[in-house]
């Protein structure tokens, strides 16, 4: 746990802390956002002028989606954007769609380094964050900066923080907070146009290994929530990563798929719906509510007519703290978690670090409860704060919510208006709760958690997920006494003695106690009789079929395409190619990047006659072509490759030739292929 001195360094989650340390730089490189375009004759302003160099970003313990480290003299003549951030932070997580289009928008100009400063003692862990990596999908390089090294190397005071530096290794500022995207945008935009004209900016691709690349395929990926229902037997998983809701008998047996698997809002049939990262779940007859997470969506599924329909939200994040308002015209906020007394659906939602509520057949949705602060605050409704709602549990008129940022559970009874705290801390000055956490039994304020996700009613008690301790804790609700109840604190996957892998997940029929064993990808289930715990297989359950992505950055050669003289080749015969790059200094050939290749027929270019992958070998690109009927024409090979400073290093550039290569069959020419030669010398 971070003490005082981290503690001031630190500032929590934050959506609206926006600040500019630019002495006018981002402000003023925004000033003519709306002005004429220059005359192209007219010089091009540096948007930063007269910055500083930036500091080296070494120090962290570990790179990942990366094949290791990279520095910024790798990055030079690239624009780079540093995102620093910890992943349980929910503003964090709102920041990842504004990275994705940035990387997506400028491709071969941007490269977004994320610098991971972990807030809770479990995310320090490089396996953790890679596990997060693949749970978010992220495509950019990582550090673990576990020291918190480079986050005091810059300065950085809040989650988020981004910091932009320029193609000549210029710090250029840092803003924090979530929502910049515009901002961003613009900034870059007006600091490529001007390093393209310099002639600094280097607009070379570049590969990375990335964590997805480690992932098995497996039936469940990273599943959330669980919802049982004693009465019809099944059980109800939020696959998370999946994009559907899962349904299965207890039993084991597979009853429906609800979702394509692709991520989207699409209402409809089971098989042709689609969610993005659903989360928590109700259940009220025949129809189940879902908290559509990255959708900013409530989601309601006709079980009966297998129908899915959007109840609330617009698709859109709501950017600024709301009151609410009629079903589809409120923006939500990262809903998480969901339950329902007396007709009406509570909603953890996350984003605002709010309760909200919506009376079923109302048109209205709006705050329930919490001021909208980030903190672990007692009190009215109105006036409480909680700290990123992840988890609710209902006992007739009150329900028990987790604060996963503030590692406590709170109490709201429904009846006198009120919020309390049952375990952990709560009412500290300066938002210290939010950095009191643990693994330490106790009762009530005197005990620890660490981020958990999950909380179970169960007679009396609480189950709960602490999810960064790896391990299930019980609450007597007449002392408050928190004890561990499964888990040795170790991250792992046994089952004797129980290990698991940040659980979040809770449901219970009978003496089974259900866990959604998140990094395990995987449903674990405890008798209750004898604390023996199994693992869930649901028969007959797959990975959805997803249509495959196109490989964009492969369909065009960079450049002119190159000539050779005619060659002679034995026709019928399998054709090998040999392409000997000459590269920058203190650049190699990397097996790790991949070498792709095509080759047509000029005549015919419509046709791919063949492609595949190549291999390194040495200081030589080999490509393996099968027999072809007839060789003999022009021909036109496409290929890729990568390579890497040293052969090793974290930043692979990547380049793409082309050639026509005139082949002529002739029975009597030797079988020794073709030799190609390539100079990148000056790149």
Not at 265 to 281: E, I, L, R, V, W
Not at 465 to 491: M, S
Request: aromatic letters at 8%; proline letters at 5%.
């Amino acid at each position: 746990m971070p003490g005082k001195s981290a503690f001031l360094n630190q500032i929590p989650c934050t959506v609206a802390l926006f600040t500019l340390l630019f002495a006018g730089g981002f402000s003023s490189a925004l000033a003519d956002e709306k002005t004429p375009a220059a005359p192209a004759d007219t010089e091009i302003k540096n948007p930063f002028p007269d910055r500083p160099q930036a500091p080296s970003i070494d120090g962290g313990i570990g790179w990942l989606n990366t094949s290791g480290e990279i520095t910024l003299k790798d990055l030079r003549g690239k624009v780079v954007l540093i995102d620093f951030w910890t992943y349980c932070c929910i503003n964090c997580m709102h920041v990842l769609p504004d990275l994705a289009y940035l990387e997506k928008k400028y491709p071969n100009e941007l490269v977004v380094i994320g610098c991971h400063s972990a807030k809770f003692d479990n995310e320090k862990e490089t396996d953790n964050i890679r596990r997060a990596i693949q749970r978010y999908e992220i495509k950019h390089p990582v550090i673990n900066d576990a020291n918190m090294t480079v986050w005091r190397k810059f300065g950085v005071r809040a989650w988020p923080s981004m910091v932009l530096i320029d193609p000549e290794g210029n710090y250029c500022g840092h803003l924090s907070g979530e929502g910049n995207r515009e901002v961003l945008d613009n900034v870059l935009e007006k600091v490529i146009a001007y390093h393209r004209a310099k002639g600094t900016l280097d607009e070379t691709p570049v590969h990375f290994e990335l964590e997805s690349a480690k992932l098995k395929q497996t039936p469940l990926k990273f599943p959330g929530k669980l919802l049982a229902d004693p009465a019809q037997q099944r059980l109800f998983i939020s696959d998370s990563n999946h994009n559907r809701i899962v349904i299965a008998s207890l039993d084991g047996k597979l009853i429906d798929v609800i979702g394509s698997g692709q991520i989207g809002n699409q209402d409809g049939g089971y098989k042709t719906a689609s969610f993005d990262h659903p989360q928590g779940m109700a259940l009220v007859g025949n129809t189940l509510f879902v908290a559509d997470t990255e959708n900013h969506l409530i989601r309601t599924i006709d079980l009966e007519k297998k129908q899915v329909s959007t109840l609330a939200g617009t698709g859109e994040q709501a950017r600024f703290r709301s009151a609410g308002g009629k079903l589809k015209e409120a923006a939500l906020n990262s809903p998480w978690a969901l339950a329902v007394i007396d007709d009406v659906l509570y909603i953890c939602m996350a984003g605002p670090h709010q309760i909200w509520s919506h009376k079923l057949g109302s048109d209205e949705i709006g705050v329930y409860a919490g001021s909208g602060r980030e903190d672990i605050t007692n009190g009215p409704l109105e006036t409480s704060a909680f700290a990123q709602t992840s988890g609710i549990a209902v006992d007739g008129d009150v329900f028990y919510v987790v604060d996963s940022e503030g590692s406590a559970v709170r109490k709201v009874d429904t009846k006198n208006k009120t919020v309390s705290t049952i375990a952990g801390t709560s009412d500290l000055e300066r938002g210290r709760s939010l950095f009191e956490f643990g693994d330490k039994d106790g009762i009530g304020e005197e005990a620890r958690l660490q981020h958990p996700l999950g909380v179970l009613y169960d007679n009396g008690r609480l189950f709960v997920a602490d999810t960064y301790n790896h391990k299930l804790k019980t609450i007597d609700l007449k002392t408050n006494e928190v004890k561990t109840f499964l888990g040795t604190g170790n991250d792992g996957n046994s089952l004797n003695p129980v290990e698991f892998s940040e659980p979040s997940g809770l449901a219970k029929v009978g003496n089974q106690l259900f866990v959604a064993d998140t990094n395990n990808q995987r449903i674990c289930v405890v008798n209750l009789d004898d604390h023996k715990v199994s693992e869930f297989k649901i028969a007959g359950l797959t990975p959805p079929s997803l249509p495959k992505t196109v490989d964009n950055s492969f369909a065009a050669a960079s450049g002119k395409a190159l000539s050779v003289t005619p060659r002679k080749v034995v026709p019928g015969a399998a054709l090998k190619i040999n392409v000997t790059p000459q590269l920058p200094a203190e650049y190699k050939l990397s097996p790790l990047a991949p070498v792709k290749f095509t080759f047509k027929s000029a005549e015919n270019p419509e046709v791919i006659l063949a492609r595949g992958k190549g291999a390194v070998e040495g200081d030589q690109l080999v490509l393996q072509l099968p027999a072809l009927k007839q060789l003999s024409g022009t021909y036109v090979l496409n290929l890729r490759f990568g390579y890497c400073r040293d052969g090793v290093g974290g930043l692979c550039k990547q380049h793409s030739a082309q050639w026509n290569i005139p082949l002529q069959a002739d029975k009597g020419a030797k079988n020794d292929g073709v030799s190609l030669s390539l100079d990148l010398s000056k790149e």
